[in-house]
């Protein structure tokens, strides 16, 4: 069977002539009323019937009016001309029938003889059936020779498909294949951070001839418990590569393919740990498939719903738990030594902790080497934050996507405040942005292509930087953690290499995202200021609000926009 | 509905007027950054104990006075910086548990209450909160003309001539 992509022309409307041929009229009208003398050759059509059966095209041959002597017509098959299919089926696809599978083909030329008086002949082409859901199919027939008398010599049979389209419904289901439809948002307790790979399987009820459609959507929760959020909580992919994950990402909308004679695609699901105890309960992902072309969905089937545990534990807790003097994260250096007239030692550390770090790699391995170096290990607190990294130019016309991979880490990007999970925004989520991190504004341009602090975290753990996942934003007392309150430079970065040595290009004017939203003020949330001017002396390191996008107000553009960098547990809360 | 309708306004402006004079306005919807299980209290009810940090805190400001009996803090008093390093040093009984002295920048910051404001504190740990004198020295200096102290009524870091006055509150490193 070969598709055709177009519409195709015949010389007469089928449905006139179907119209004369299959007439339920009370007296047939004689074609010599309708047609001028000559020979005709008419289109006809039939249902395709199913597997094992057989149906059949009945091709008429007219002759106009009726003759006293013999009159022989040779006929034989054509091959389908797309442009002599008519335009009667405008918003069809018809494709050509395929012989030996859709039909049995007429050997060679044959011939009518019309005796002194017919003037009607009917050559039949035997159609095979099938189960399969597909286009009507078109079978070509032509009249042989050349004659005066041939006022029609081609003509189209149809052969009409009669098999409904397949039903398709979707799963969730685990690597081994059991269906899901619940789970613990990350890891066991100590295992936490992690991303909990699962499959979603699109099937279809049977084969089809086409290929069939459908586009998922996440769908809005009914139920009482949170609505899992798209990038923060899961992500669906084609095929997950984290490398990748601009390109292969499937987003609400996104059109699925199930390729004819194909009754299965099978996505990446992953199911995001957050890391943090935000007492947001257990959170639903509804994904729900809406059919687009050559399939249908029933009310059992079109839905997967996954509930989603949250297994933090409440920090309360662990203080309850946690012994005295065995202290995850103490309070390190300041950076300054006070010494007042004769007044030593009043800043005193606890445990004594100067700064301490270690570059971490890609995979999170200990390194000496700052080429390799990816992230900074805090020894004194076990945080492991982020380096960012100078701009990356690739060459003009690359694609944008690389040229945002290569620009990850850029720290001159900018993101509005975005927090989905309503215990961590104080009741505003604020503006989730574009979807496509870090691509360089164009200079000069008021239009905004940041995205969101949300999603900046959610392809970074997806990327698992150094190794890990459960990537945030830090909380102010974190950030304080890495300031040195003795560089009196444009950063203050306690060490270094977080912002890649590069005071020149540092954005120091701008302040960092915490995810902390304001008390006093829920529409805004803490920016820290690492920079630490001479010239604005009263805003030295100090903790500002920022105001964020109102809440749900998609359409509020003119939305705040700070730097940020990320930090993590370290897998080692 | 439209009697019922101002019969509401009547009933909640009074109450909103009300909440502005609470001493803490909090968002219930935040997580606390300084709940009160993070604390333990001592045999000498005027201290605590910050399970986090380590460090032991004074939950009256320096140079007022703790009453066990209605757990309040009575008495105003503010220092210049140079002031608030003598009197911390003035306290030294040659105690080592509890040598008292000015917390630096990160170690006071490390009490702001994030779900709260007005003050940004946890009323239950830290008493008597003036409103009045939100600044709080820092031992943490920047350089002779400049101090950095925490203004406690929304948690902000700031910076303060060391000559001028703003309150104290001692912390010490326990054994």
């Given at each position: 069977m070969v598709s055709l992509k177009y519409s195709i022309k015949v010389l007469f409307p089928v449905l006139l002539l179907a119209g004369v041929v299959g007439c339920s009229c009370s007296k047939r009208p004689d074609p010599s009323e309708l047609f001028e003398p000559g020979i005709y050759l008419l289109d006809t059509a039939t249902a395709e019937g199913q597997s094992g059966k057989t149906s059949v095209l009945n091709f008429k041959i007219l002759l106009?009016?009726?003759?006293d002597a013999e009159v022989t017509v040779s006929y034989t098959h054509d091959t389908v001309n797309p442009e002599l299919?008519?335009?009667?089926?405008?918003?069809e696809t018809i494709d050509i029938a395929a012989a030996s599978s859709d039909y049995i083909q007429v050997s060679e030329v044959h011939e009518v003889v019309f005796a002194p008086g017919e003037t009607e002949k009917t050559v039949s082409v035997t159609v095979t059936g099938d189960d399969l859901y597909e286009h009507n199919e078109a079978v070509a027939m032509k009249l042989l020779g050349s004659s005066n008398?041939?006022?029609?010599k081609n003509a189209y049979g149809l052969i009409l498909n009669d098999d409904p389209p397949p039903i398709a419904s979707v799963n969730v289901k685990t690597a081994a294949g059991e269906v899901v439809e619940s789970l613990n948002e990350g890891g066991d307790l100590g295992q936490d951070n992690k991303q909990v790979p699962l499959k979603v399987e699109i099937t279809l009820d049977k084969v089809s001839g086409l290929d069939a459609k459908v586009a998922p959507q996440y769908e809005e929760n009914p139920y009482l418990n949170n609505e899992a959020t798209y990038r923060s909580d899961f992500a669906l992919y084609s095929q997950f590569d984290a490398s990748n994950i601009y390109l292969n990402r499937l987003k609400s909308d996104d059109v699925i393919t199930i390729p004819a004679g194909e009754t299965k695609v099978v996505y990446d699901l992953v199911v995001i740990d957050?890391?943090?105890?935000?007492?947001?309960g257990s959170e639903s992902l509804i994904l729900k498939l809406n059919p687009r072309t050559d399939v249908s969905v029933n009310s059992t089937g079109s839905k997967a719903v996954i509930e989603i545990f949250d297994?933090?534990?409440?920090p309360a807790s662990i203080y309850n738990v946690l012994?005295?003097?065995?202290?995850?994260k103490g309070i390190v250096d300041t950076g300054v030594n006070t010494k007042v007239g004769t007044i030593n030692g009043q800043d005193a550390d606890v445990f004594g902790a100067a700064f301490n770090f270690q570059y971490l790699d890609a995979q999170g391995v200990a390194t000496n080497d700052q080429d390799l170096a990816k992230c900074v290990k805090?020894?004194?607190?076990?945080l492991v934050w982020e380096i960012k990294r100078a701009f990356v130019n690739i060459e003009e016309g690359a694609d944008p996507v690389a040229h945002a991979l290569a620009n990850?880490?850029?720290?001159g990007q900018r993101f509005t405040w975005y927090e989905p999970e309503f215990h961590l925004n104080g009741g505003r989520s604020g503006t989730p942005g574009q979807?496509?991190?870090f691509l360089k504004e164009d200079?000069?341009?008021?239009?905004t292509k940041s995205c969101s602090t949300s999603y900046y975290a959610a392809d970074v753990n997806l990327e698992q930087?150094?190794?890990?996942?459960?990537?945030r934003l830090p909380s102010i007392e974190e950030m304080r953690s890495v300031s040195n309150y003795a560089i009196d430079d444009?950063?203050?970065?306690?060490?270094?290499?977080?912002?890649?040595?590069n005071v020149n290009e540092y954005p120091g004017e701008d302040g960092f995202w915490s995810n902390e939203s304001a008390a006093?003020?829920?529409s805004s949330a803490w920016v820290v200021f690492f920079k630490d001017s001479s010239a604005t002396p009263t805003t030295a390191r100090s903790l500002y609000e920022s105001i964020r996008g109102k809440?749900?107000?998609?359409?509020?553009?003119?939305t705040v926009r700070a730097n940020g960098i990320l930090v993590n547990d370290g897998g080692n809360p | 509905m439209k009697n019922t309708f101002l019969l509401f306004i009547i009933f909640v402006l009074p109450g909103s007027l009300a909440a502005a004079t609470n001493p803490n306005l909090c968002q219930s919807a935040l997580i606390s950054?300084?709940?009160?299980?993070?604390f333990t209290e001592q045999v000498d009810p005027s201290i605590v104990y910050d399970r986090r940090t380590g460090l032991f805190w004074q939950?009256?400001?320096?140079?007022l006075s703790y009453d066990a009996v209605n757990n309040v803090c009575s008495g105003t008093m503010q220092y210049s910086y140079t002031e608030a390093l003598n009197q911390a040093l003035a306290?030294?009984?040659?105690?080592p548990q509890f040598a008292w002295r000015l917390p630096n920048i990160k170690e006071l910051a490390?009490?702001?209450?994030?779900?709260?404001?007005?003050?940004?504190?946890?009323l239950n740990i830290f008493y008597n909160f003036d409103e009045r004198i939100p600044l709080f020295w820092s031992s943490?200096?920047?350089d002779s003309q400049h101090v950095y102290i925490i203004n406690f009524e929304n948690g902000t870091t700031d910076l303060r001539n060391p000559d001028l006055n703003a309150s104290v509150r001692l912390v010490a490193d326990g054994p």
């Open positions: 106009v009016p009726a003759r299919i008519s335009v009667v089926y405008p918003d008398e041939y006022k029609r957050d890391g943090s105890f935000d007492g947001e297994n933090e534990i409440d012994l005295d003097g065995q202290l995850n805090d020894m004194n607190t076990g990850r880490h850029w720290f979807e496509t991190c200079s000069g341009s008021s239009e930087f150094c190794g890990l996942t459960g990537w444009v950063h203050s970065f306690a060490f270094a290499a977080m912002q890649n040595n006093n003020d829920t809440f749900g107000t998609e359409t509020s553009f003119f | 950054t300084t709940p009160d299980e993070r939950r009256c400001p320096l140079g306290l030294d009984n040659g105690d490390s009490i702001a209450e994030r779900k709260c404001a007005k003050p940004a504190l946890n943490t200096v920047k």
